[in-house]
């Protein structure tokens, strides 16, 4: 078939082939894009069973949308030969990158969780692949997972199809269960990913034979070696996780994927492999007497937040997710284990006057000891020194040795103005409130900081984060905000142009207001070379990728964020973003729910499922959860249009009108973007109205252009030749 051309697809070359099918790689001459092709093979009877086995296999993969399971484009036929149009991954089997030797335990972890995710989004879905194994697995050329062939596949309540699978299944990977004929569920996937992960990390089966009757009386009769006993690159406990994934008994094996890899997960922080040691900084409890006084508590933890992470070595959790434990009483193992963090740092502050007492204790969750515990008495301006002592002190219990280099990173200090420190640690704590008096404070002491030293970079970094965010949220235009963000960062860079957070509050205001692209791109990227564990950039560089339409992108810079700081809200609902401008509404919804439960009052998520749910056109989920976006936002501007825009959609005409006349007496005190009004003209079919709204907004600037090209709510504008000319003048590509 090789040069022969199918319909519109020319057949390329021969990429293999299984029980079932033959795959080629083909060009769609149509959309001048690569894809696989999947036909049945030539030595199949073509029985009406084949070929519904065949027709169920696309069915059941199109009906999963994860960025680890391979995409179906569709079933197309010609000349009574149906066909599988499916992505094209250009990479190789996980068969070829474990043959001979064993992963290195760090890219071990990397596939095993993109492995996972692929499985769960499955067995969401009532779907049983029941042919996990290394040649269903392909690694592309950015080391991203995609679970591929679901010939096999079982979905729930599904019977006749797949009785046979024995017959077609690889007897290495097979489970008990399998092989003797029983039922099956998504837990015969869960031991045959045991089989995989076992073969990644040893690069050996663990139920072998001569032949394969002796290989199934393995399987059924015989238990495997623990992992460790082959290769000393495996941890000890990995084992208990492989072998518990083995179990024969499907009762004691792991009942969900997201178990299992919750447990690997929390391998990262106990792996013998020193650049998985973690620390988490829990909130330091304030006992000063002054009330007041919170804001140098959260402060001090933070900074130290920002010192350990100096320190390579040590993974440490973010902020925003630490200070969710602030006056918490769940146990230290709780804590350690939904942080992911084997270390916790706790201490107390007592500060009176210019006078500090100050204590922190390390604790070693897993074993339940202390590691180190030590009481500092001094006055503010001796918070630096104590910062500079925590940090070696807890590299020292880890016995970690710190590089010259680090050394020298540990006793740099952003100012040595005890009184500046001070202005700038009330700026973050208001900033870190987010609402718009708190960032207007916010700006008012960071602008006290830099006035007592005019040299603080990180007080100027301040400065241009308050300035975004008072732009981005709409609390003001965008001209009066951005480019004082703009200014502000590279006044930080000139005085620290390794500063890692001026770099991304600089490409903030590049993508958002100066609409140039490259600027943007290339300083979030020099802002995560200077500093990977720097969650917020991710985060920052998701939106601009996800603006630009480079989805699966996006979603690894969201997971890498969530990866950093796993209990950020803004972080989890980032990546339920994308899935939505992706138009993978199913899994967005999912990630919102997530977030939904790590905190039910978080607005942003409530708002963006909200969306979701419109999108699939289900409005009365969609507009409760705008109504409580509007009660959570105190009627924001952004909610409110969320809102008439569901209305407007489904057909309450009466809740537009009160919303656009909440907006008009809202803009004689304050700004209302435009492109708000754009969009809810849209939605009401007025078109006119929705270009002159679009024009509008883009003589203001509005940041919201941006997302010109992926916001769907847009979708009634595209098709008019007015559309392109807006995207030129936001210098889109149309």
Known sequence: MIGTTIGHYRILEKLGEGGMGVVYKSQDMRLNRLVALKFLRQNLVRTETDLARFLQEARTAASLSHANICTIYGIEEDNGDQFIVMEYVDGATLRTKIAGSPLLFPDFLTYASQIGEGLAAAHDRGIVHRDIKPDNIIVNAKNQIKVMDFGLAKLKGDVGLTRTAITLGTAAYMSPEQIQGADVDHRTDIWSFGVVLYEMLTSKLPFRGEHEAAVLYSIVNEDPPPPSSLTSETPPHVDDIILRALEKDTAKRYQTVRELLYDLTQSRSSSHDTRHKSVAVLPFENLSTEKENEFFSDGLTEEIIATLSKIRSIDVVSRTSVMQYKGTTKSIKQISRELQARHLLEGSVRKQGDDLRITAQLIDAQQDVHLWAEKYRGDVHDVFDIQEKVAEQIAHALEIQLSPHEERDLRKRATDDAEAYQSYLKGRYNWNRRTEHAVRRGLTFFKQAIEKDPTYALAYHGLADSYNILGFYSFLPPRETFPLARAAAERALEIDSSLAEAYSSLAY???????????????????????????????????????????????????????????????????????????????????????????????????????????????????????????????????????????????????????????????????????????????????????????????????????LNVDSDLDPLRSDPRFEAVLKKVGLPG
Request: negative net charge; contains cysteine.
């Open 509 to 707: 205001a590049q993508h958002y207001f100066d609409w140039d692209w490259n600027a943007a791109e290339l300083n979030y990227r020099k802002a995560i070379t200077l500093k990977d564990r720097y969650a917020t950039v991710h985060q920052f560089f998701c939106n601009y990728l996800t603006s630009m339409g480079r989805f699966e992108e996006a979603v690894a810079e969201a997971r890498r964020a969530t990866e950093i700081d796993p209990l950020s809200l803004i972080g989890n609902s980032a990546v339920g973003w994308v899935y939505n401008h992706w138009r993978k509404y199913d899994q967005a919804i999912e990630q919102f729910r997530r977030t939904i439960e790590i905190d039910g009052e978080f607005m942003l998520a409530h708002l963006w499922l909200g969306m979701s749910y419109e999108r699939k056109n289900m409005f009365d989920d969609a507009i409760g959860e705008f109504q409580r976006a509007v009660q959570l936002s105190g009627q924001s501007t952004i909610s409110l249009a969320a809102l008439a825009h569901a209305y407007a959609r489904s057909g309450n005409l009466q809740g537009v009108a009160g919303i656009l006349e909440q907006f008009d007496k809202h803009a004689n005190e304050a700004y209302v973007s435009s492109y708000f009004r754009a969009v809810i003209e849209a939605g009401s079919g007025r078109i006119d109205r929705a270009f002159a709204f679009l024009e509008k907004a883009v003589e203001e600037r509005s940041h919201w252009l941006v997302f």
